[in-house]
């Protein structure tokens, strides 16, 4: 039985982990540079997509199909990446895999805006906060600041 959180995550769930990565390369792949590189470079990001590379997407757990749409993200050699709620529905394990990367791509050059609702994962590995409430910003400022801010502490996690 298929899953729509492949919908959700915006991978193709009929291509393999590898054509998925290829389809994220498709802006550059036309000058004739080789894809074996950064393939290896996601796959050394998320070794369990080299277990899976030929796996169809669709087969795919929440985490991975997770780490897929990031690594075809990643394909198209982005200097911005744009990642909404990456730990929505994810185990702790996971989850936890998934924020050692997403820091391994900012440390790579990558600038990163994430949303998350994982507010105490989301500072530790952030360098700037924004906390927007109704539509609103808050509070802003460095992330470690904010980890001390008494209202995020007791709004945001749980302090």
Do not use: C, H
Request: aromatic share 6%; glycine share 8%; no cysteine.
């Amino acid at each position: 039985m298929k899953s729509n959180t492949g919908m959700q995550r915006r991978i193709f769930p009929g291509l393999t982990v590898e054509e998925n990565l290829d389809v994220g390369s498709y802006s550059w792949r036309s000058l004739g540079q080789s894809l074996k590189a950064d393939r290896d470079r996601i796959y050394e990001l998320f070794p369990r997509l080299l277990e899976r590379r030929r796996q169809l997407a669709w087969s795919l757990s929440g985490g991975e199909q997770q780490m897929l749409a990031i690594g075809r993200a990643l394909m198209a050699r982005p200097s911005l990446l744009l990642l909404d709620e990456p730990s929505l529905g994810l185990a702790p394990q996971i989850i936890d895999q998934l924020f050692d990367a997403i820091a391994a791509i900012n440390a790579s050059g990558v600038a990163i805006l994430l949303v998350e609702q994982n507010a105490a994962l989301a500072l530790e590995i952030s360098r700037r906060a924004y906390v927007i409430e109704n539509g609103a910003t808050i509070l802003e400022g460095e992330s470690s600041a904010s980890l001390d801010n008494p209202r995020v502490r007791e709004a945001y996690l749980g302090a």
